[in-house]
């Protein structure tokens, strides 16, 4: 079973994914700021974190160094529902997983968990 930390301000997106993950068999974890998220990773070690670029309290993408200084880091999968080059460029550069649009089919978005906890 692997632990999954969700950030992204969406409520029912998170709902919605959070179920799909826990039917697969792992933990799931919500935070809806950016500041919630950073306490979380910081805590807890989590095996995969999807996040979101455009949160209330700040941009997803600048929270990416911390994550990489997390005791055991995840692997980070950037969703979003504004797809913009220069923010998937970032993304890649700090060696995210990968990089889905919301609007992706929960099975896009729950293959590509699947591939990074492999």
């Given at each position: 079973?692997?632990?999954?930390?969700?950030?992204?301000?969406?409520?029912?997106?998170?709902?919605?994914?959070?179920?799909?993950?826990?039917?697969?068999?792992?933990?799931?974890?919500?935070?809806?700021?950016?500041?919630?998220?950073?306490?979380?990773?910081?805590?807890?070690?989590?095996?995969?974190?999807?996040?979101?670029?455009?949160?209330?309290?700040?941009?997803?993408?600048?929270?990416?160094?911390?994550?990489?200084?997390?005791?055991?880091?995840?692997?980070?999968?950037?969703?979003?529902?504004?797809?913009?080059?220069?923010?998937?460029e970032l993304a890649i550069q700090y060696g995210v997983w990968?990089?889905?649009?919301?609007?992706?089919?929960?099975?896009?978005?729950?293959?590509?968990?699947?591939?990074?906890?492999?």
């Amino acid at each position: 079973m692997a632990e999954i930390l969700i950030l992204d301000d969406d409520a029912e997106f998170c709902g919605m994914l959070g179920d799909h993950i826990q039917r697969g068999g792992h933990g799931v974890s919500l935070a809806h700021t950016l500041t919630d998220g950073r306490k979380r990773l910081m805590s807890e070690p989590y095996d995969v974190v999807f996040l979101d670029i455009q949160l209330p309290d700040g941009c997803g993408l600048d929270a990416l160094p911390e994550v990489r200084t997390c005791p055991e880091p995840p692997e980070v999968i950037i969703i979003t529902g504004f797809s913009d080059p220069e923010s998937a460029e970032l993304a890649i550069q700090y060696g995210v997983w990968d990089y889905v649009q919301k609007q992706s089919s929960i099975q896009t978005v729950m293959l590509s968990l699947l591939r990074a906890l492999q």
